[in-house]
C-alpha cells in the first residue's frame, strides 16, 4: 500500500495543535511508518514544500497575508485539507476581539508601531477555502487526531459523534455544575470529544471546542440569563473560542 | 463463537463491480463460506466495510443467485465511498438479510406495477428477477423508472433487454435531457408520475410496489389512488438509517413501527395515518 | 409472618458478607458528591437512604460505550472475549427494578443482544424500598411494586424485611441465614400516585399523541440536546453504532454508544435527508417510544416514574406537562 504523503503546518496559533501529535509519543513510530511526510516545519528538518500532498493538515487562523498565502498554497497542493484544531475551525482564541476595531487591537498592543502591522481579523478556513474535514480543540484530543490518521490510511475520515460535552460528562457522573452549581457553564452548546474534561475536575465549560451542530444558543443565554449573569459576560465567554455563533455557518 | 449472520457479520468476497453511473455501482459479493444466501425480494443486509462501519443496503439481485449477492450503491456517505473505492477480491462484511420484503406469495394472480425512482430501483430489480423467474405466477407486470437525467438511468443494458421481452412492459421516464444523445431508450421526458397519466390498468387487481426517495411517495400515492388502487395494494419500501437492523436501535421507528422489522416494505394503509412516515 | 427479618445493626455484617456472593455495588457518593451506583468495598460506603442516583443501573448491562466487534483480515469480525464477573447490585429502587424488567424484554426476548444477556446472568439484583422524592411518580406508571428481583428488601422501623424473588436470591438468603430472625412483616408503604395517572393509563390506552398541543413547540424551543434526559432514563436504550479503524491500517473497531433521540442526527439517513429535522418532530418520536411503545413494546409505557429526566433537564423539560395540560384543559 502507497503511503499516504501528509503535510502539517501551522498559520497565526500557539502551535498546540501540532504538539498534540508530537504529544503521541507512544504512537509516534507508527505514524511516522504509515505515512510520509512531505512537510512539518516544526517536526522534521528539510521537507518538500512543493510536493504533491495527500492530506495536509493545517492549525491555526487566517489573519496575515503569510497565513493566506500559505493555507491556499497547501489547499491547492492537497487533495484533502483538514481545519486543525479550534483556531482553524472557528477562528479561535485569536480571533476574541473581533467584533472590536482592528486598528484599536494593535494600537493597544503595538502603539505607534501599529500602522505597520498587515494583519487582519483572525477568520477560519472555511471562509477562504473548501475544507474537507476538522478537528475541534484546543488544543484537539491525541485520540481524535489519531483516529483521523487511522481513516486516512483508509482513504477517508472517521464520524465523530455529533452531541454536546453534556452528554459525556453526563455519562461520566460528574456534578452538574449548570445546574447544581449556577456556573455559566458551555457544556449544552459545545461539541463533545473531550470526555468532558473540564468538568470531571470540577472546572465549567468554557467551550474550547466550539460549536456543536444545532447548538440552541438562544435557550442557554436564556437559561443563564435567569441564573443573574449578564449579557456581556455570557457573550464574551461564547466569543472566547468562537467568534461568530452564526449557525448558518456551513459546518454547523 | 456465535456465528448466525446477524449479530455477527459473515464476510464476504467483492467478486465483481458494475459500474452503473457516474455514483452508483453493483456489487456482487460471493460469500467465502458455503453459506446459502436466501432473501426474499425488499429485504436488506447490512454490509460491513471494515474500518468504516456498517449501512443498510436493500438486495437488488433476483432469487436465482445462491452464494452470491448483489447491492447497488451510491457514493453518498462515508461507508459507500470506501465501499467504492474497493475492488474485486477486496473482503465486506454481511449481516442479514433483515426485514419482511415484499409479499410475493400474495401477490399471485394479481397485475404488478412496479414503481422505481432513482436508486429505488435496486429493490425492484430483486422483485422483477422473482417475478419474471416465476412469471405464471402474475398477471401484467409493468415497469416504471424515473431518473433525473439519461446518465442517471441506472441497469441500461439489463433494461434494453427489458425492453424486448413480450411478457412485460417498461416505462423510462427522466426528469429532464441532458446535452448528449439520450441514448438507445425510448424514454420519455417528465416526472415519475407523468407515466400514470393514460395508463391503462385493471386497480382493483393491481398491486403496486414503489421505491424511491422520499418526495416521491407523497405525489405517487395519491396519483396510484385516484386510478382506484385500493391503498393496501400500494406497498412502499422505506427507507430509514438502520444501525442494528433487529430492532434494538429504535433508529428507524415509523409510528409505532419497526422499518427494520416491521418493513421496510408497508402497505401503504398501514402507514398514511402515520407522521413522518413519508 | 416474614421470616426473614434483619435487624438494624446486623446491616453491615450482612452486607459485607455478600461480597461472598459477588462483587458487590450499590449507592454511594462521588468524590463530588453525586449519588452513583458503584463499586462497595465496605458497607461505609453504601448510602442506602439516597434518593436516585445520577445514571440508573442500566449502565451496568448496556454501557454507555462498548466494543461490540473487533476487526482483523485474518478472522472477520469476532465478539469480544467474555469474562463477566457476578455482580452484586444492592439497594435498587422499585422504578429501577423496573427499568431493568423492561431492557430484559427488549433485549433478552424477541431479538436477544447477546452482550446483554452475558451482563445481565452474572448481575445479581438487591432492590430496596423507597420513599417518593419530589420528581418521582412511579404509582402513576405502575412501576411502584418491585419486580424482576432477587432479592427485595422493605425497610422497617428497626430493621429490613427481606423477600426473594428467584433462586439466586434464596441462596444468598440460606447462605446467610444466620443473620435472620422472624418479625412481622411491616405494613406495605402507600403507593406514589398523583393525580395525572388516569390521564397516563387513558393516553397509553388510546395511543394518544397530543397532536396539536402547544408544549410540543415550548419544548422544542427551550431544549438544548444534551442529552441527559435519556441518558439518565433508566428504559432509554436507543443506541448508535459506528467503528473506527487502527493505525495498523488493518484492524479496526467497532463501538455501540448511548443516543437520544433528541440528537439531529438521529432521524438521518445517508444522504443528509432528515425524517426529524426539526426538535418538536423529535420530541413527538420521543413521546411515542417513551409512553406509547415502538414494535414489540408497543402499547407498553417505558416510563418507570423515577423523575430523573426531570432533574436533570437543564431548562426544566417535562413531558408531563402533556397529560397535566390535558387534565386541566379537561377541568377548566
Not at chain 1, 104 to 122: D, H, Q, S
Request: aromatic share 8%.
Amino acid at each position: 500500500m502507497k503511503k499516504p504523503v501528509i503535510a502539517i503546518a501551522g498559520l497565526t496559533a500557539c502551535s498546540g495543535c501540532q504538539l498534540t501529535l508530537l504529544n503521541c509519543e507512544a504512537e509516534l513510530p507508527e505514524v511516522a511508518e504509515r505515512f510520509e511526510f512531505a512537510w512539518f516545519p516544526m517536526g522534521t528538518t528539510g521537507g518538500d514544500d512543493c510536493a504533491a500532498i495527500d492530506v495536509a493538515i493545517v492549525e491555526g487562523a487566517v489573519s496575515t497575508p503569510d497565513d493566506l498565502e500559505t493555507l491556499l498554497r497547501l489547499r491547492s497542493r492537497s487533495r484533502l485539507l483538514v481545519a486543525f484544531g479550534t483556531c482553524a475551525l472557528w477562528g479561535g482564541i485569536a480571533a476574541m476581539k473581533n467584533h472590536e476595531p482592528r486598528t484599536a487591537l494593535t494600537e493597544a498592543v503595538y502603539g505607534e508601531m501599529a500602522v505597520n502591522i498587515r494583519t487582519f481579523n483572525p477568520a477560519p478556513f472555511h471562509q477562504f477555502i473548501k475544507v474537507d474535514f476538522a478537528i475541534p480543540g484546543c488544543p484537539p484530543e491525541k485520540h481524535e487526531l489519531l483516529t483521523t490518521l487511522a481513516s486516512l490510511l483508509k482513504g477517508t475520515f472517521p464520524v465523530f459523534p455529533q452531541y454536546p460535552v453534556c452528554t459525556e460528562c453526563r455519562n461520566r457522573e460528574n456534578r452538574c455544575l449548570l445546574i447544581e452549581d449556577n456556573e455559566i457553564c458551555l457544556g449544552p452548546l459545545i461539541q463533545a470529544g473531550c470526555n468532558a474534561r473540564c468538568p470531571a475536575v470540577g472546572i465549567k465549560c468554557e467551550g474550547c471546542r466550539g460549536p456543536v451542530t444545532e447548538a440552541n444558543v438562544a435557550a442557554e443565554t436564556e437559561l443563564l440569563l435567569r441564573k443573574g449573569f449578564t449579557r456581556e459576560e455570557i457573550e464574551s465567554r461564547m466569543r472566547r473560542f468562537c467568534p461568530e455563533w452564526d449557525l448558518s455557518s456551513p459546518l454547523l | 463463537m456465535m456465528k448466525d449472520g446477524k449479530t455477527i457479520p459473515i464476510m464476504a468476497e467483492i467478486a465483481e463491480v458494475r459500474s452503473l453511473s457516474g455514483d452508483t455501482s453493483l456489487f456482487r459479493l460471493r460469500f467465502e463460506e458455503e453459506e446459502n444466501f436466501h432473501f426474499l425480494p425488499g429485504q436488506f443486509v447490512q454490509l460491513s466495510v471494515p474500518s468504516g462501519g456498517e449501512v443498510p443496503i436493500s438486495i437488488a439481485g433476483g432469487p436465482s443467485d445462491d452464494r452470491s449477492l448483489e447491492l447497488c450503491a451510491r457514493r453518498v456517505g462515508h461507508v459507500t465511498t470506501m465501499l467504492h473505492s474497493m475492488g474485486r477480491g477486496e473482503k465486506v462484511g454481511v449481516r442479514g438479510p433483515f426485514g419482511n420484503g415484499f409479499p410475493v406469495g400474495e401477490m399471485k394472480g394479481k397485475d404488478i406495477l412496479l414503481l422505481a425512482g432513482g436508486l429505488g430501483i435496486a429493490p425492484l430489480r430483486s422483485l422483477l428477477h422473482y417475478i419474471l423467474a416465476y412469471r405464471e405466477d402474475y398477471a401484467a407486470v409493468t415497469l416504471m423508472y424515473g431518473s433525473r437525467e439519461p446518465d442517471a438511468i441506472l441497469f441500461r443494458e439489463e433494461l434494453a433487454e427489458l425492453s424486448c421481452r413480450r411478457d412485460m412492459r417498461l416505462l423510462l421516464t427522466v426528469d429532464f435531457l441532458t446535452d448528449g444523445p439520450p441514448g438507445e431508450l425510448a424514454c420519455n421526458v417528465g416526472l415519475l408520475p407523468s407515466l400514470l397519466k393514460g395508463f391503462d390498468l385493471r386497480p382493483a387487481d393491481t398491486t403496486a410496489a414503489v421505491c424511491g426517495p422520499p418526495a416521491l411517495y407523497r405525489c405517487l400515492t395519491s396519483e396510484l389512488e385516484a386510478l382506484g388502487i385500493p391503498d393496501r395494494s400500494i406497498l412502499l419500501s422505506l427507507e430509514r438509517r438502520m444501525k442494528c437492523g433487529v430492532g434494538l436501535c429504535s433508529h428507524c421507528a415509523v409510528g409505532d413501527l419497526f422499518c427494520c422489522t416491521d418493513g421496510p416494505v408497508f402497505r401503504f394503509s398501514d402507514i398514511r395515518g402515520i407522521e413522518g412516515a413519508l | 409472618m416474614a421470616r426473614n427479618f434483619l435487624q438494624d445493626e446486623l446491616l453491615p455484617a450482612f452486607v459485607d458478607n455478600l461480597a461472598a456472593f459477588g462483587e458487590l455495588h450499590g449507592p454511594k457518593l462521588t468524590d463530588d458528591g453525586v449519588t452513583v451506583f458503584g463499586r462497595v468495598v465496605t458497607h461505609a460506603e453504601l448510602r442506602l437512604d439516597y434518593r436516585s442516583t445520577l445514571l440508573p443501573p442500566k449502565k451496568y448491562l448496556l454501557p454507555p460505550r462498548e466494543t461490540t466487534l473487533a476487526y482483523s483480515p485474518e478472522s472477520g469480525y469476532r465478539q469480544p472475549a467474555a469474562t463477566e464477573k457476578n455482580i452484586i447490585l444492592l439497594g435498587v429502587h422499585p422504578c429501577d427494578l423496573a427499568g431493568i424488567a423492561y431492557l430484559d424484554r427488549v433485549f433478552m426476548y424477541d431479538a436477544a443482544d447477546h452482550l446483554y444477556s452475558r451482563r445481565r446472568e452474572a448481575l445479581t439484583l438487591i432492590g430496596l424500598s423507597c420513599e417518593p422524592d419530589d420528581f418521582c411518580f412511579c404509582g402513576d406508571v405502575n412501576a411502584d411494586l418491585p419486580v424482576g428481583f432477587d432479592i427485595f428488601i422493605q425497610r422497617a422501623d428497626d430493621g429490613f424485611c427481606l423477600d426473594t424473588g428467584s433462586d439466586k436470591g434464596a441462596a444468598i438468603i440460606a447462605g446467610l441465614s444466620r443473620l435472620f430472625m422472624e418479625r412481622e412483616r411491616p405494613p406495605s408503604r402507600m403507593r406514589n400516585c398523583s393525580p395525572i395517572k388516569d390521564a397516563i393509563q387513558r393516553a397509553v390506552k388510546t395511543q394518544e399523541t397530543f397532536e396539536g398541543s402547544p408544549l410540543w413547540d415550548d419544548f422544542a424551543a427551550r431544549c438544548l440536546s444534551c442529552g441527559a434526559c435519556s441518558l439518565c432514563c433508566p428504559t432509554c436504550y436507543c443506541f448508535d453504532v459506528r467503528e473506527y479503524g487502527n493505525l495498523d491500517g488493518a484492524t479496526a473497531e467497532r463501538i455501540r454508544e448511548w443516543d437520544n433521540c433528541l440528537f439531529k442526527a438521529h432521524g438521518e439517513v445517508a444522504g443528509g435527508h432528515n425524517f426529524r429535522k426539526s426538535r418538536q418532530e423529535r420530541f413527538r418520536y420521543r413521546f411515542q417510544h417513551k409512553y406509547l411503545g415502538f414494535g414489540p413494546t408497543r402499547g407498553r409505557t417505558s416510563c418507570v416514574g423515577c423523575g430523573r429526566c426531570r432533574e436533570v433537564c437543564p431548562v426544566g423539560i417535562d413531558m408531563l406537562e402533556l397529560f397535566r395540560l390535558k387534565v386541566e384543559g379537561k377541568a377548566g
